[in-house]
């Protein structure tokens, strides 16, 4: 069984830093490509970025409103998903999911970690 | 503004059918897959349909999809209590590289 769960979130002061984990299970993490979606309070789901698998290049790609503040990694040896947010904004709160897949579809979401930029 | 258009809301009684549609534009489903997800409350968002009208393992034919040019729709026919959820349809967008969301339509059983 496929599972997905996100940690680290919590409350920050914007200009701060908060990096989130997700530990990956069920499946080959090594060959996978996984995004970051949030869903801000009220709002719809918004692709962050994601990470290619290392055989594909292990290159990221990120959605406008967080290129050059997030970074997304990955560490094969753990199963572990990263997301280092920096330079956080108000706007920046919402659930934070981590998903399989680097496009369109994807296909495992985790429960989703609260961010919440406020100060 | 969610770059895919949905209604906020649509709603009908227990065995009616009901209709999502999903807009957008020939950068993203008008040369692209559709997707949609569903997620009840309190709970992740789940992979509903893909490629245009695939289904998961798992997801009752109750719900289909079509397409026409950069517009796509979710019906989901007899519609149930467990139905109630927040949906999604989402298309890679060639332009902004990257996939894009509608804003969620959500779907109350009266």
């Known amino acids: 069984e496929v599972q997905l769960v996100e940690s680290g979130g919590g409350l920050v002061k914007p200009g701060g830093s908060l990096r989130l984990s997700c530990a990956a299970s069920g499946f080959t993490f090594t060959n996978a490509w996984m995004s970051w979606v949030r869903r801000a309070p009220g709002k719809g789901l918004e692709w962050v970025g994601r990470i290619k698998s290392k055989t594909d290049g292990g290159t990221t790609d990120y959605a406008a409103p967080v290129k050059g503040r997030f970074t997304i990694s990955r560490d094969d040896s753990k199963n572990t998903l990263y997301l280092q947010m920096n330079s956080l904004k108000t706007e920046d709160t919402a659930v934070y999911y981590c998903t399989t897949g680097g496009g369109a579809k994807l296909d495992y979401w985790g429960q989703g970690t609260l961010v919440t930029v406020s100060s | 503004q969610s770059v895919l258009t949905q209604p906020p809301s649509a709603s009908g009684t227990p065995g009616q059918r009901v209709t999502i549609s999903c807009s957008g534009s020939s950068s993203n489903i008008g040369n692209n897959y559709v997707y949609w997800y569903q997620q009840l409350p309190g709970t992740a968002p789940k992979l509903l349909i893909y490629?245009?009208?695939q289904r998961p393992s798992g997801v009752p034919d109750r719900f289909s999809v079509s397409k026409s040019g950069t517009s796509a729709s979710l019906a989901i026919s007899g519609l149930r209590s467990e139905d109630e959820a927040d949906y999604y349809c989402a298309a890679w967008d060639d332009s902004l590289s990257g996939p894009v969301f509608g804003g969620g339509t959500k779907v109350t059983v009266l």
């Open positions: 490629r245009n009208n």
